[in-house]
């Protein structure tokens, strides 16, 4: 057990156990007081499940014994030194974008250091007297006035080239990946406990997390539909994935085999993002000749990551499951993971997150064209 486990259990164990007396506990013991006369005593020992203290008992019996009441007398209690008004309106200035000057706000360590007011009292404020609630920026692409008309233009033609679920199910919505040795670190959530209050006393074997400045990787690139999925397709190392690649190693040998297998040569429509090389008048020549329907690279919105469900849900679930408890020291063992997590993957998964399609192409056009990742 670390040290910082064994202080935290030892910690607890003398930890007096207290519960906050609730209003039906205050009335409770008013009336045990007025009718039975009993003392702060009296009632933590007939009441032990309770789990009062004395000292909180005693302070709402002397406040029943002086002023007939459970509360407090409006005002009573320690003096508000950081929350008054004036802080208040100055954090509430500050914590917050100004309409005319988006992103302008700043973060509660950053008002300590400009006011004065401590961090903690910043987040009381915040959450106490503004009623403010903190949401994670999320990062989307960026989009300028032409992509979001093309955005809102493509969305209501594929709605009307798709106009129930009936027709989506045919789509097979396909991407690629590229997926590292080392394992993606959320730094927000990457943190360390310790009972020392110096960082620099915090042995760096536990507070470093070492990592390769070029993390060698393999590139992934997978299709799926309400029907199945299709295999995993690896991309060579140090392959240059233009068209001709693409169309040969990709779709030839890889994605359209499986999915003619379950769909037949016809009545099913491949779908593909913007990539250079799915747009390329070679890949169209080679969708046409293979006889294929597909999206037209026309029709695909652009700059649209939130429009496919391999990007908008299925690589966030596989990557979960690939990395969870393992790490890689080789692309082998890499391959042999996305592999054994691909075939795990659950159907319903799947189903799941192409059931969204449609409605996200709605969102679009309801938005005119702007982002929609956050209304899922």
Known sequence: MSMCKLFISVFLKFLPRMTRITAEDRILIKQLRIEKQWGARRMTNEFPNKAWSIA??????????????TERKPG????????TQQNIERVSELICSQDDDPHSHKSPREIQRETGISRSSVQRIVKQDLHLKTYKRMIGHKLNESVKLKRLQRSRRLLERFPNERSVRSIWFTDEKIFTIATPVNS???????IETKKRQVPESRLIRERDHFSRGIMVSVGVSRIGKTSVVFVEPGAKVNSEYYCEHVLRQGLLPVIQAKCGRHNWTLQQDGAPSHTARNTTTFLHQENVNFIEPDMWPPNSPDLNPVDYAIWGVLQ?????????????????????EWRNLEQRIIDRSINEWRRRLEKVVEKQGGHIEHDF
């Open 76 to 83: 009573s209690g320690r003096p508000r030194s950081a929350r």
């Open 56 to 69: 909180s008992v005693s302070r709402v019996i002397n406040n029943i014994d002086n002023n007939n009441t």
């Open 188 to 194: 927000q959530n990457d943190r360390v406990y310790s």
């Open 320 to 340: 979960e499951k690939v990395y969870l408890r393992r790490n890689f020291t080789t692309v082998e063992q890499l391959k042999l993971a996305i592999t054994v």
